[in-house]
């Protein structure tokens, strides 16, 4: 008892806990996803790894027999610290057994979360699920924070800032043990205590359809921060929108909230029903019209290839409004979670209520990978090519729907709020520190250096970076950066480079890269189109940057065209990703690849000065590859006064060059400039592809 009076109560806090338990989680699930997708990406398949998604299903456990009366204490302490220990593993291991460690990691939260509900329902209500809204709210905001400092991917990943999750994990492990109620850890100990007089408890059992329906409206918050909010940049991706500003405008709504609920908590009193799902129906309506308005409708063109319609400040009026009104997702939580406890659920009601929840967790999850693989997933994939709005629609509507459950009195918080809302201060002083430290992260990470000398020769690197991901499956950001560093290109064409969405982490790869190159960047097509991803970084400004799609049968094709001048001379740059390789020896003879090649060409056209480059899938003498000789077109490596086949992955040791698919070819006005020409094929297995540098002195 002494130990324990000493060591753990004077430094416990509720807040502080559960606020890291939320971090880890959405740290947890996303490397979770990430991992099952980049073991079937290695194979362009849907294999066994994907039945371990089966571990977000873990709530079923609660409706075993044995649960019957509450959840142990015992049992909360376990199945915390095995959560803690494998986000602290997390970082340490490959692919494979990542998977396995951030599944238990997120078993173990499936489990915690509900029965963590359940444990609260005995309490104070209003208290409660006030304490709930800021203890999201903190842990969304240490999300974006890591994440801005990160350059998108989580600071707290990277090797030399482990330390930050080790102390984090401290801290949470210490105060599990105790969490539930500070004198249960004797309990553990082997001493009895008495519980809380059950009587002086106003029993309230609600209905489990009830139960049922609030379990949805949560798991749906917990889906909208996890799938966009806790990384503005999968939402600057969508759009072709200002990252800084986007992650200015989260950060500075959640923060407003907090000090809201922390300090005049009654204020929430003000907004009638009508207006608590006026304001969610306008949320999720300009959610939809945000990802809506920049989709385009592949299935319904008929002419190609199509430009992709200027980005106007029009386009970006329903985002900055979806951002500013954002903060009713946290307000809908503190609502929601208010009523569970008003409905005082039985351990079993909301286990079996939140395993029915994550199964629909699980399928929203899939839904918005099939978006991007839709053409890999036999029968149903067709059905998601371009409904990605489709997918936050329902996501929405499910959010909403359940406050329809919530009685009017349970949106009323009394004055007496703010008193018993202890930690008022420690909450300001976090999250003011999460906006500060987000706010100069991404306004300083964000800058461009300019280039003022001219680069002769022009180093142009191309680069296939398989999603962020290396041969083996692996995330490899940094490899792929040091990669691109030694090239110490002029111009850099990306392709597979899309990886700001679920399936890759939420993390962007082109602003990891660029954050350290302080290059300019165009990330070209947006994430919501379903395309390869293509992106352009250069030393110097890049203009009238667009992006053109071509007929495509199977995964969309785009191309990226724009003008980059260096000294004298302003160079026509197209970077392109065409579809599947297709063996011209081997029917069935698709020509989809010639006609998108084709396409290509038409667009190029007369121009002069002209750099294409990229991953095409043919290799030389195909058809495809002799339309473009013939345009006419030179292949850098064919007119090259030296060529290089340097490190590379290991499949491609024998098969350089004559069966290469990724090339950089120029225009025969720049092969005439040119007084020498280098390439090189390099990049060891830090991607599936070699990349390719050309050096061009003119």
């Given at each position: 008892?002494?130990i324990?009076?000493?060591?753990?109560?004077?430094?416990?806090?509720?807040?502080?806990?559960?606020?890291?338990?939320?971090?880890?989680?959405?740290?947890l699930?996303?490397?979770?996803?990430?991992?099952?997708?980049?073991?079937?990406?290695?194979?362009?398949?849907?294999?066994?790894?994907?039945?371990?998604?089966?571990?977000?299903?873990?709530?079923?456990?609660?409706?075993?027999?044995?649960?019957?009366?509450?959840?142990?204490?015992r049992?909360?302490?376990?199945?915390?610290?095995?959560?803690?220990?494998?986000?602290?593993?997390?970082?340490?291991?490959n692919?494979?057994?990542?998977?396995?460690?951030?599944?238990?990691?997120?078993?173990?939260?499936m489990?915690?979360?509900?029965?963590?509900?359940?444990?609260?329902?005995?309490?104070?209500?209003?208290?409660?699920?006030?304490?709930?809204?800021?203890?999201?709210?903190?842990?969304?905001?240490?999300?974006?924070?890591?994440?801005?400092?990160?350059?998108?991917?989580?600071?707290?990943?990277?090797?030399?800032?482990?330390?930050?999750?080790?102390?984090?994990?401290a801290?949470?492990?210490?105060?599990?043990?105790n969490?539930?109620?500070?004198?249960?850890?004797?309990?553990?100990?082997?001493?009895?205590?008495?519980?809380?007089?059950?009587?002086?408890?106003?029993?309230?059992?609600?209905?489990?359809?009830?139960?049922?329906?609030?379990?949805?409206?949560?798991?749906?918050?917990?889906?909208?921060?996890?799938?966009?909010?806790?990384?503005?940049?999968?939402?600057?991706?969508?759009?072709?929108?200002?990252y800084?500003?986007?992650?200015?405008?989260?950060?500075?709504?959640?923060?407003?909230?907090?000090?809201?609920?922390?300090?005049?908590?009654?204020?929430?009193?003000k907004?009638?029903?009508?207006?608590?799902?006026?304001?969610?129906?306008?949320?999720?309506?300009?959610?939809?019209?945000?990802?809506?308005?920049?989709?385009?409708?592949f299935?319904?063109?008929?002419?190609?290839?199509?430009y992709a319609?200027?980005?106007?400040?029009?386009?970006?009026?329903?985002l900055?409004?979806?951002?500013?009104?954002?903060p009713?997702?946290?307000?809908?939580?503190?609502?929601?979670?208010?009523?569970?406890?008003?409905?005082?659920?039985?351990?079993r009601?909301?286990?079996?209520?939140?395993?029915i929840?994550?199964?629909?967790?699980l399928?929203m999850?899939?839904?918005?990978?099939?978006?991007?693989?839709?053409?890999?997933?036999?029968?149903?994939?067709?059905f998601?090519?371009?409904?990605?709005?489709?997918?936050?629609?329902?996501?929405?509507?499910v959010?909403?729907?359940?406050?329809l459950?919530?009685?009017?009195?349970?949106?009323?918080?009394?004055?007496?709020?703010?008193?018993?809302?202890?930690?008022?201060?420690?909450?300001?002083?976090?999250?003011?520190?999460?906006?500060?430290?987000?706010?100069?992260?991404?306004?300083?990470?964000?800058v461009?250096?300019?280039?003022?000398?001219?680069?002769?020769?022009?180093?142009?690197?191309?680069?296939?970076?398989?999603?962020?991901?290396?041969?083996?499956?692996?995330?490899?950001f940094?490899?792929?950066?040091?990669?691109?560093?030694?090239?110490?290109?002029?111009?850099?064409?990306?392709?597979e480079?899309?990886?700001?969405?679920?399936?890759?982490?939420?993390?962007?790869?082109?602003?990891?890269?660029?954050?350290?190159?302080?290059?300019?960047?165009?990330?070209?097509?947006?994430?919501?189109?379903?395309?390869?991803?293509?992106?352009?970084?250069?030393?110097?400004?890049?203009?009238?940057?667009?992006?053109?799609?071509?007929?495509s049968?199977?995964?969309?094709?785009?191309?990226?065209?724009?003008?980059?001048?260096?000294?004298?001379?302003?160079?026509?740059?197209?970077?392109?990703?065409?579809?599947?390789?297709?063996?011209?020896?081997?029917?069935?003879?698709?020509?989809?690849?010639?006609?998108?090649?084709?396409?290509?060409?038409?667009?190029?056209?007369?121009?002069?000065?002209?750099?294409?480059?990229?991953?095409?899938?043919?290799?030389?003498?195909?058809?495809?590859?002799?339309?473009?000789?013939?345009?006419?077109?030179?292949?850098?490596?064919?007119?090259?006064?030296?060529?290089?086949?340097?490190?590379?992955?290991?499949?491609w040791?024998?098969?350089?060059?004559?069966?290469?698919?990724?090339?950089?070819?120029?225009?025969?006005?720049?092969?005439?400039?040119?007084?020498?020409?280098?390439v090189?094929?390099?990049?060891?297995?830090?991607?599936?592809?070699?990349?390719?540098?050309?050096?061009?002195?003119?």
């Amino acid at each position: 008892m002494e130990i324990y009076n000493k060591y753990f109560k004077k430094y416990y806090s509720e807040l502080i806990l559960i606020s890291i338990l939320f971090l880890f989680f959405f740290q947890l699930i996303s490397g979770f996803i990430e991992s099952i997708y980049a073991l079937n990406l290695i194979e362009v398949e849907l294999n066994e790894n994907i039945a371990s998604a089966l571990f977000l299903l873990s709530p079923i456990i609660l409706t075993m027999p044995i649960f019957k009366k509450e959840f142990p204490d015992r049992g909360f302490v376990i199945i915390g610290e095995i959560m803690v220990i494998c986000r602290i593993l997390d970082p340490l291991f490959n692919t494979q057994i990542k998977m396995v460690l951030t599944g238990i990691g997120v078993f173990c939260f499936m489990l915690f979360f509900p029965a963590y509900l359940q444990s609260k329902s005995k309490g104070n209500e209003e208290k409660n699920s006030l304490l709930l809204g800021v203890e999201l709210s903190i842990g969304l905001g240490m999300s974006i924070l890591f994440r801005t400092l990160g350059s998108t991917l989580d600071l707290t990943y990277h090797f030399w800032f482990l330390w930050i999750s080790w102390i984090l994990a401290a801290v949470a492990g210490i105060m599990l043990i105790n969490f539930v109620n500070p004198d249960r850890i004797i309990k553990i100990f082997g001493e009895q205590i008495n519980s809380p007089n059950s009587s002086d408890i106003q029993e309230k059992k609600g209905s489990k359809w009830k139960i049922l329906g609030l379990s949805f409206g949560i798991t749906s918050i917990l889906v909208l921060i996890y799938f966009a909010f806790s990384s503005p940049v999968v939402i600057s991706r969508w759009t072709e929108g200002n990252y800084t500003a986007i992650s200015i405008v989260t950060i500075t709504a959640i923060t407003a909230l907090v000090f809201l609920i922390a300090f005049k908590p009654d204020i929430i009193n003000k907004i009638t029903f009508r207006g608590i799902l006026l304001w969610n129906g306008l949320f999720v309506l300009m959610l939809v019209l945000t990802i809506g308005i920049h989709q385009i409708p592949f299935l319904f063109i008929s002419s190609y290839p199509v430009y992709a319609p200027t980005t106007t400040f029009l386009h970006h009026i329903p985002l900055y409004i979806m951002l500013i009104l954002s903060p009713i997702i946290l307000i809908d939580f503190t609502l929601l979670t208010r009523e569970l406890f008003r409905s005082n659920p039985s351990v079993r009601k909301i286990g079996g209520s939140f395993f029915i929840s994550s199964i629909y967790l699980l399928l929203m999850i899939f839904s918005a990978v099939f978006t991007i693989v839709w053409d890999y997933v036999p029968y149903v994939g067709p059905f998601f090519r371009d409904m990605i709005w489709f997918v936050f629609l329902v996501v929405g509507l499910v959010m909403i729907l359940p406050i329809l459950l919530v009685r009017k009195d349970s949106m009323l918080f009394s004055k007496q709020s703010r008193n018993k809302f202890k930690a008022k201060l420690k909450v300001s002083g976090l999250i003011l520190i999460m906006c500060i430290g987000t706010i100069l992260g991404v306004a300083l990470l964000e800058v461009i250096e300019k280039e003022d000398d001219i680069d002769n020769p022009i180093r142009i690197l191309s680069y296939n970076i398989q999603q962020g991901f290396d041969e083996n499956g692996d995330k490899n950001f940094e490899g792929q950066y040091e990669i691109i560093k030694k090239a110490n290109a002029s111009i850099i064409g990306l392709q597979e480079s899309d990886t700001c969405k679920i399936s890759s982490g939420n993390a962007d790869i082109v602003s990891y890269t660029n954050n350290r190159l302080r290059y300019y960047s165009y990330f070209g097509p947006k994430t919501v189109t379903g395309t390869f991803g293509i992106a352009l970084l250069s030393r110097y400004p890049i203009k009238n940057a667009k992006t053109f799609y071509m007929e495509s049968e199977g995964e969309q094709t785009a191309t990226i065209e724009a003008e980059i001048t260096i000294g004298a001379i302003t160079y026509n740059v197209f970077v392109t990703h065409l579809g599947n390789f297709i063996d011209p020896t081997i029917p069935p003879f698709d020509r989809s690849q010639i006609i998108q090649q084709e396409q290509l060409l038409e667009r190029i056209g007369a121009k002069t000065n002209v750099i294409l480059m990229g991953d095409f899938n043919f290799q030389p003498y195909t058809e495809q590859y002799n339309i473009t000789i013939v345009h006419p077109l030179d292949d850098c490596w064919q007119i090259a006064n030296s060529t290089l086949i340097g490190d590379v992955p290991n499949d491609w040791v024998t098969r350089l060059p004559a069966e290469r698919i990724d090339h950089v070819f120029i225009s025969p006005d720049l092969t005439t400039l040119s007084s020498y020409i280098e390439v090189t094929y390099f990049g060891g297995t830090a991607a599936d592809h070699p990349a390719v540098l050309t050096s061009i002195s003119i």
